[in-house]
């Protein structure tokens, strides 16, 4: 009968041992907080020019000699995202706020004179995120313009 307790407590324990060690993926907040370089872009317009075709506009930022759209997330929840020149040069940088819900980045920034208030969906990655989002990008007034991006984590 003893045997029996002993067997079972070591089962309970090796059982427990292998639960805690468990690698979970990090909650998006915490994954977040970090530097992040954008290698690939694509937005589909709907209603380009008022009509009713499809404009879409990529860009592969990981070729040799182009631009680079980068950013900061900060833990107490804002950001500051700018464009690195060939030459080294920062360019329309901008700061703003972030947030989460679930697998949802809230991102809240002013560009080009208008604010920006935009939930992107995001898919956590080998090397970091790829994020979707609808939003109204060619300002007709439609939220209808679809943007994906890949982006990767990067050290400052």
């Not at 872009?41 to 075709?53: F, G, H, R």
């Not at 900060?74 to 500051?80: A, I, L, R």
């Amino acid at each position: 009968m003893k045997t029996n307790y002993f067997i079972t407590a070591v089962l309970f324990g090796m059982f427990f041992v292998a639960c805690k060690q468990e690698k979970k993926e990090p909650t998006l907040q915490d994954y977040m907080v970090g530097n992040w370089e954008t290698s690939y872009i694509k937005i589909e317009y709907l209603t380009a020019n008022e009509t009713d075709s499809t404009s879409v506009f990529e860009d592969d930022f990981s070729k040799p000699n182009s631009g680079k759209a980068q950013s900061s997330y900060k833990n107490d929840g804002t950001f500051s995202a700018w464009f690195l020149q060939p030459d080294g040069k920062k360019v329309g940088e901008t700061d703003g706020k972030w947030k989460t819900k679930g697998d949802s980045l809230f991102i809240d920034y002013p560009y080009l004179g208008k604010q920006v208030q935009a939930w992107y969906a995001i898919k956590q990655t080998k090397e970091g995120f790829e994020g979707t989002v609808i939003y109204d990008w060619d300002d007709d007034g439609e939220k209808d313009d679809t943007l994906f991006m890949k982006s990767k984590r990067i050290e400052h």
